[in-house]
């Protein structure tokens, strides 16, 4: 028995294919064709301990979180970022379908390796970097939740935004220096809890560093995050 699904990116039919294993608990039907699915580009190999950057060599860090591990401010902020992928032509495309013009759709596309990921925080709050309100109106979702949930987990609301000027523009010492742009909002205590942030991107750490941040002063015990890629 064969029926035709659609690209989720580029709209070509799959033909698929059903047997005993698609009835599986474990089966996902694919969502992307083989030619864009190929052209994702997972993280592997050497990678820096904190921020996932892949290394050419055995190092433990990458420059740019040498960097900040050696502000007074920022060391031991961020434990651990986990990324899916790298940021390459594709990935940029199909993250704007998604969080610019609105194709919640593709969020599927990672439910399944951030579901494998949050998996290992068994007793983790999985908290999603907030927008600002006036891009979440603009937007109508926010993309970090919109992850959050498609992996089947539930979003933890502990934080707002109360800075919205983007930090990729910064220099870095711009960035280290930036007054905290997040406020803690929950009336429940967070204390000796872990927290897991989800964003859809890595770029230079500052938004993450400054959500950890806050949620460390605020009584966590640690910090990771995990975005879909870097």
Same mark, same amino acid.
């Given at each position: 028995m064969f029926k035709s699904n659609l690209c989720l990116y580029c709209s070509t039919p799959m033909m698929a294919s059903y047997s005993w294993a698609t009835f599986s608990w474990s089966y996902q039907k694919p969502l992307l064709c083989t030619s864009c699915e190929g052209k994702l580009a997972p993280i592997s190999g050497t990678t820096c301990s904190i921020c996932s950057r892949e290394l050419p060599t055995a190092e433990v860090l990458c420059q740019d979180c040498s960097r900040w591990e050696q502000d007074g401010r920022w060391k031991g902020i961020l434990g651990k970022n986990t990324s899916l992928y790298h940021y390459n032509d594709f990935m940029k495309e199909l993250i704007a379908? *998604?969080? *610019?013009?609105?194709?919640?759709?593709?969020?599927?596309?990672?439910?399944g390796p951030l579901k494998k990921c949050l998996s290992v925080y068994k007793e983790a709050l999985i908290v999603p970097i907030p927008l600002s309100d006036e891009r979440l109106m603009e937007r109508g979702f926010n993309q970090s939740e919109q992850l959050i949930l498609k992996a089947g987990c539930k979003p933890v609301h502990l934080l707002a935004?109360?800075? &919205?000027?983007?930090? &990729?523009?910064?220099?870095?010492?711009?960035?280290?220096?930036?007054?905290?742009?997040?406020q803690f909002k929950s009336s429940s205590p967070i204390e000796g809890k872990q927290i897991v942030l989800v964003d859809d991107i890595y770029t230079t750490g500052s938004t993450l560093r400054h959500a950890a941040e806050i949620l460390l002063e605020s009584g966590a015990s640690s910090v990771h995050s995990l975005t879909v890629a870097r």
């Open positions: 379908l *998604y969080k *610019y013009r609105g194709d919640t759709a593709l969020a599927e596309v990672f439910a935004r109360i800075h &919205s000027e983007k930090q &990729s523009k910064k220099t870095r010492r711009q960035r280290l220096e930036l007054p905290q742009i997040f």
